[in-house]
């Protein structure tokens, strides 16, 4: 990255996003199913370190934009700097930390369609997301991998899995993470500098991995995209502090 940019820790929580938007997971789950009289499944990890799900891109904008106003009023925002979604580039480089492999803990060994050795240690996702999990949920199906139980899950509370060797946890696993981006099909093949997207586009990216997702879909290089208006129990987000895009 040719400037200097912050990551957060951990995905947004359920409390982050109380405390500073106003509303909670039933409201959120209520946009995306109006009229279900009955969202007891849909409110599943939905204690206050789970991390945040069921917010659509723009709605993590406007988490970002809030959080830039606070900031700006508290006088504390860096000059050139504001607090947005991260590139899609950005993502990648702050998920591998100075690593090459699959991901961050090591490179990935697949042990049948939802588990890998070694995941587990950093990530929640379809291989052991169910163990341990209380209430609500949604079913997952056993795999073949003697780490791939099945039974009901959901989100997880962030911060639960060995960080990357920057700190980070919960790159891989847990929620997909929007990115700013409109995704490229085809990435540059040259060096690029702080790569973006396309200028326009009804998608945006997500990367990462989820609860539900096989081990294959949660590595550093695995790329996927959802529309920019699309809620979901698999994709929250966290925020960046970059260099302001309009700079």
């Known amino acids: 990255m040719a400037r200097p940019f912050w990551l957060g820790r951990t995905p947004v929580t359920h409390g982050q996003w109380r405390a500073l938007m106003g509303t909670d997971l039933a409201a959120q789950a209520q946009k995306a199913f109006p009229g279900n009289r009955d969202l007891s499944q849909l409110l599943a990890g939905a204690d206050e370190s789970a991390a945040m799900y069921l917010v659509n891109w723009r709605e993590a904008m406007e988490f970002c934009s809030r959080l830039n106003a606070r900031a700006r009023a508290e006088g ?38 939802s588990s890998a050795a070694g995941l587990g240690r950093i990530a929640w996702y379809a291989g052991n997301s169910s163990v341990g ?35 980070l946890c919960d790159m891989l696993g847990n929620v ?69 895009h309009r700079d």
């Open 76 to 113: 504390s925002l860096p000059a050139g700097y504001e607090f947005t979604l991260p590139t899609e580039a950005q993502w990648e480089y702050a998920c591998r930390a100075g690593t090459a492999d699959a991901t961050y803990g090591e490179g990935l060994r697949l042990a049948g369609e």
């Open 176 to 244: 997909y993470q929007w990115c700013r981006d409109v995704p490229a099909e085809v990435l540059p093949a040259d060096d690029v500098t702080d790569p973006t997207g396309p200028v326009s586009g009804l998608d945006r990216v997500v990367r990462g991995g989820s609860w539900h997702s096989g081990a294959a879909y949660c590595r550093a290089g695995y790329r996927a995209w959802n529309m920019a208006d699309g809620r979901s129990q698999f994709i929250g987000f966290r925020v960046a502090l970059a260099p302001s």
């Open 133 to 167: 999990y209380e209430g609500p949920g949604w079913d997952t199906v056993a795999g073949s991998g003697e780490n791939s139980p099945g039974g009901r899950a959901g989100p997880r509370g962030v911060g639960l899995k060995q960080p990357n060797a920057w700190g």
